[in-house]
Nanobody, 120 residues
Framework: VQLQASGGGLVQPGGSLRLSCAAS????????MGWYRQAPGKQRELVAA???????NYADSVKGRFTISRDNAKKTAALQMNNLKPEDTAVYYC???????????????WGQGTQVTVSS
């Protein structure tokens, strides 16, 4: 299973970016797709996650500014980031728990990171 992330870049404070993640490979279903981030000198932290049923979970620091969505048929997820702040600067990683069959266990996968820099 591969997770391909895209959409990072440099944006000014108050600006917006949209991250995308596409899963491919031997996938029967994806339980959860999410985004994590890691700033220099800090631990990786959950930003947002969404289940196959559409239940979402957000870090307190991004509630009201970020929106996660997914397309189950296309095996993609997106993170719309609005009103970005300098403290949002980090490498963002796509994450997914996938299954190869209806009764298989779920395995966790990570995509390559994409840099998000918020600076004037």
């Amino acid at each position: 299973v591969q997770l391909q992330a895209s959409g990072g870049g440099l944006v000014q404070p108050g600006g917006s970016l949209r991250l995308s993640c596409a899963a491919s490979g031997r996938i029967y279903s994806i339980d959860v797709m999410g985004w994590y981030r890691q700033a220099p000198g800090k631990q990786r932290e959950l930003v947002a996650a969404i289940t196959s049923g559409g239940t979402t979970n957000y870090a307190d620091s991004v509630k009201g500014r970020f929106t996660i969505s997914r397309d189950n048929a296309k095996k993609t997820a997106a993170l719309q980031m609005n009103n970005l702040k300098p403290e949002d600067t980090a490498v963002y990683y796509c994450n997914a728990f996938t299954r190869t069959g209806w009764n298989s266990r779920a395995y966790e996968y990570w995509g390559q990171g994409t840099q998000v820099t918020v600076s004037s």
